[in-house]
């Protein structure tokens, strides 16, 4: 599949309402939905007609797990979860004819097992021989009614010349205004190329990719599988949607402790830089007088600092000030794991001595990551810049095991009380 190139220019500054990226994503995803509810409604079929109703009746489908009704749209459901954990859906685009025949097969066989062992299980023994052509016969339905509604997609787009928008970017000998291009070109949404020098393609000093029979690099791929990737947001939601269940009596708590400290709302907010370099707004508890930037001007907490009410110090120690940020996770606006977001004030500053700070932007920021577990709070320049390093770093390593290896980090300082 061929793809839309344009050259950036900072016109193109602008939010996307509808990408051909997000309509091929849902076309996929409607496929897969129909052709889901299509097996399932073959596979119960069978199961009446070759079993003559000995397993099933048309009033009890499923004897003794479900009627007949909820898993007309659980099963449906059930495969979307497992096609978006298996990172279908991430590169609509693009996608090679064999990668898809194996994603697909892979799918199939856990959408039929994971089926089995939750439905089919628990059906009144006749046979053993007729749960494995049970189990047969749905991964067989699941395989081939998906794949074919699948590859009709692809080929229709591909027949269609639906592309994708991408962004190449013109390297020039000035690295520090690649930086800024690719900078502007992040809040478009789209994937952003650059043209590779003759020395990086000597020396294979960057990930070339060809784009439309061009040597290109792309700045916004990531050093993850799509199936990690999805993995980690799927956990950042279900993570912070327990946290905010299970820790609801400490929100309460702290909301009591923090309004009797001192005055001034409980939860404050503030802009920060995010993903593809958009603002959105981080919420924390207060751990601060409310006139700690009377002048108008951003400052850095310090050792010591004496804006800092007594309860908000204890909180710090701990980091329950940052327990609000959960919501941003849920919100999409951060990750568990990942770079700390900045302030724009304080981003400029970085990008004046660190102009390569916009290179985070491929990734949601978190909660913690390995930038603040070593540097700890940033109270100097020096120090901002030295986590900027270590965050680059956990970008260009990002997996699920280091991510595993970054909480278990964060756990042993919360509980040591190293937080400032």
């Known amino acids: 599949m061929t793809c839309k190139v344009e050259k950036f220019t900072k016109s193109q500054y602008r939010p996307i309402l509808m990408t051909s990226y997000r309509r091929q994503q849902l076309r996929y995803i409607l496929v897969d939905f129909l052709s889901a509810e299509l097996?399932?409604?073959?596979?119960?079929?069978?199961?009446?007609?070759?079993?003559?109703?000995?397993?099933?009746?048309?009033?009890?489908?499923?004897?003794?797990?479900f009627d007949f009704y909820p898993p007309l749209f659980l099963y449906p459901l059930g495969c979307l979860i497992v096609y978006y954990l298996s990172g279908y859906y991430l590169r609509p685009f693009n996608r090679s004819l064999i990668k898809e025949f194996l994603t697909t097969l892979v799918s199939a066989i856990v959408i039929a097992l994971s089926a089995f062992f939750i439905i089919v299980i628990d059906d009144q023994v006749v046979s053993?021989?007729?749960?494995?052509?049970?189990?047969?016969?749905?991964?067989?339905?699941?395989?081939?009614?998906?794949?074919?509604?699948?590859?009709?997609?692809?080929?229709?787009?591909?027949?269609?010349?639906?592309?994708e928008e991408v962004i190449?970017?013109?390297?020039?000998?000035?690295?520090?205004?690649?930086?800024?291009?690719?900078?502007?070109?992040?809040?478009?949404?789209?994937?952003?190329?650059?043209?590779?020098?003759?020395?990086?393609?000597?020396?294979?000093?960057?990930?070339?990719?060809?784009?439309?029979?061009?040597?290109l690099?792309?700045?916004?791929?990531?050093?993850?599988?799509?199936?990690?990737?999805?993995?980690?947001?799927?956990f950042d939601i279900a993570a912070a949607a327990v946290s905010m269940v299970v820790l609801s009596p400490l929100f309460a708590f702290l909301s009591v402790v923090v309004y009797m400290s001192s005055k001034g709302p409980v939860i404050y907010s503030q802009e920060r830089i995010g993903l593809h370099g958009k603002p959105f707004r981080i919420y924390k508890f207060r751990t601060m007088i409310v006139s700690a930037e009377?002048?108008?001007?951003?400052?850095?907490?310090?050792?010591?600092?004496?804006?800092?009410?007594?309860?908000?110090?204890?909180?710090?120690?701990?980091?329950?000030?940052?327990?609000?940020?959960?919501?941003?996770?849920?919100?999409?606006?951060m990750s568990i794991v990942g770079p700390r977001p900045e302030r724009p004030y304080f981003v400029h500053l970085i990008e004046q001595q660190a102009p390569y700070y916009c290179l985070l932007y491929k990734i949601r920021p978190g909660l913690t990551s390995w930038g603040p577990i070593k540097v700890g709070y940033t109270d100097t320049m020096e120090k901002m810049i030295k986590r900027l390093n270590y965050d680059i770093a956990y970008m260009e390593n990002m997996s699920l095991l280091l991510d595993l290896r970054i909480m278990l980090s964060t756990i042993s300082v919360l509980l040591r009380g190293n937080g400032q």
């Not at 494995?132 to 591909?158: D, E, G, H, M």
Request: a positive charge; charged letters at 20%.
């Open 39 to 65: 097996v399932w409604l073959a596979f119960l079929l069978f199961r009446w007609v070759v079993y003559e109703g000995k397993v099933m009746t048309i009033h009890g489908v499923l004897i003794p797990a």
């Open 128 to 163: 053993y021989q007729r749960y494995f052509t049970s189990l047969y016969v749905l991964f067989a339905l699941q395989f081939f009614v998906s794949y074919t509604a699948r590859l009709a997609v692809t080929i229709f787009s591909r027949h269609y010349h639906i592309q």
């Open 168 to 215: 190449v970017i013109d390297a020039p000998v000035n690295d520090q205004q690649v930086y800024q291009q690719i900078a502007q070109a992040y809040p478009t949404g789209k994937p952003i190329y650059i043209r590779p020098r003759v020395y990086d393609l000597l020396t294979g000093a960057a990930r070339i990719r060809t784009l439309n029979e061009e040597a």
């Open 217 to 234: 690099v792309c700045v916004t791929d990531l050093n993850m599988t799509d199936a990690e990737v999805c993995i980690k947001r799927a």
């Open 294 to 333: 009377e002048k108008g001007i951003p400052q850095l907490s310090r050792k010591d600092d004496d804006r800092i009410t007594r309860v908000g110090k204890w909180m710090r120690r701990y980091r329950l000030d940052e327990l609000p940020q959960v919501w941003n996770v849920i919100k999409g606006d």
